[in-house]
């Protein structure tokens, strides 16, 4: 079974609103990170938060993670229609990453 | 700085045939990964190799599946023979030794028909 999971499946907001997605996962973990895909492209990393860190920002983004909750949330501030993308988070085990199923955001001009 | 290079990046073939997707990791890189993409399924880890040895290879589908790295610039996933359900977008990611974050490359559409 995945390791991430991403909630919701997909979101549909305005331009210029904030956008926020979750992850949730089952086990301990060093980081979890973040990857956007683009439509019909490979995943871009975002950002990385290790597990000893609460909250992390990166230009408009902002991740935060409970590791008591075992969960994670990105927010984009201030959306722009280049933001429509579908978003992964990605927990490390045993050296190698496994993917949530993503959110696929879109943003409405 | 080039990325990560996948070729083909659209692949047609038929249900039997041999299908070879080939990476170039990013240069000082010494992790590469291979995953596959399907609606269905996601995004799942086929295999990675450290310091070009396969060091899990439990993602690997089936015998037809088979990923070499003879040296750390060039890797070969290949599926022999190729089935309809093999029809995906196969990436290949590669990443350094001082991170975990992994850059990918754009991809390698199969079609198997």
């Known amino acids: 079974s995945q390791q991430g999971e991403e909630d919701p499946q997909a979101l549909s907001i305005q331009e210029g609103e904030n956008a926020t997605m979750n992850c949730s996962y089952k086990?301990?973990?060093?980081?979890l990170q973040w990857y956007r895909q683009n439509s019909g492209r490979g995943l871009v990393h975002l950002i990385l938060?290790?597990?000893?860190?609460r909250e992390k920002h990166s230009g408009r983004l902002r991740v935060t993670l409970d590791t008591s909750k075992k969960s994670s949330s990105l927010l984009i501030t201030a959306s722009r229609a280049a933001d429509t993308a579908s978003y992964f988070c990605?927990?490390?085990?045993?050296?190698?990453?496994?993917f949530g199923q993503g959110t696929r955001l879109t943003i409405n001009p | 700085d080039a990325g990560v290079i996948q070729s083909p990046r659209h692949e047609v073939t038929e249900m039997g045939q041999e299908v070879t997707l080939r990476c170039k990791p990013i240069s000082g890189h010494n992790s590469l990964f291979w995953y596959r993409q399907t609606m269905m399924r996601g995004l799942e880890l086929l295999i990675y190799?450290?310091?070009?040895?396969?060091?899990?290879d439990s993602g690997m589908p089936e015998d037809r599946f088979s990923a070499k790295m003879p040296n750390a610039s060039f890797s070969t996933l290949k599926i022999q023979p190729s089935e309809p359900r093999d029809s995906a977008v196969y990436f290949c990611?590669?990443?350094?030794?001082?991170?975990?974050?992994?850059?990918f490359g754009p991809g390698t559409r199969l079609t198997v028909l």
């Open positions: 990611a590669s990443s350094p030794p001082w991170t975990d974050e992994q850059f």
């Open positions: 086990t301990s973990i060093n980081n």
């Open positions: 938060i290790r597990s000893n860190e």
């Open positions: 990605a927990t490390d085990r045993a050296q190698k990453l496994v």
């Open positions: 190799f450290n310091n070009n040895v396969p060091i899990d």
